[in-house]
């Protein structure tokens, strides 16, 4: 018979608060066994799904994309289609997450140049500020104009 874990063994060794723990099972996102006593005992594959969801929350996944979409090691359950599905939200994910890196390079830019312009105020500086600033409104503009386009389209339909 395999080890089974308590709360307490999880939290330490996953480093994970068990408030979260007993969370993550009244959402039903991991539910460990129960013992006659009703205290929870964990798996390996509790432990795994644990670890998983750590991974996955670092990259950026709510728990409510965790519960709806992976369905972790119950791998009976996998279909060429639910493959084709989770790829396809990995990619969509993937494209969202490129999205804020572009953003977050652009503010990073801004804002290194915003402090020279500071630090070595002078006409040249203040232009090349004025620059970044334009073209980040612009961008913006853009987005925007793209939202307001959508939701025109949408109540057309």
């Known amino acids: 018979m395999d080890k089974l874990y308590s709360i307490q063994e999880v939290s330490r060794l996953l480093g994970m608060p068990k408030d979260t723990l007993r969370y993550y099972d009244r959402i039903g996102i991991v539910s460990p066994s129960r013992e006659d006593n009703r205290y929870r005992r964990y798996s390996k594959d509790d432990l795994i799904d644990l670890m998983n969801i750590q991974i996955m929350q670092y990259a950026d996944f709510s728990l409510d994309e965790i519960r ?8 009976e359950n996998i279909t060429p289609a639910y493959c084709e599905e989770i790829a396809a939200f990995l990619d969509a994910k993937n494209a969202e997450t490129r999205k804020k890196i572009a953003h977050l390079e652009k503010v990073s830019r801004l804002l290194n140049v915003a402090a020279e312009t500071l630090r070595d105020f002078n006409h040249e500086s203040d232009q090349r500020l004025a620059e970044i600033v334009r073209e980040i409104y612009q961008d913006i503009r853009k987005t925007e104009q793209g939202i307001y386009e959508e939701e025109c389209n949408e109540h057309k339909g």
């Open 68 to 75: 709806g979409k992976f369905g972790f090691h119950r791998m």
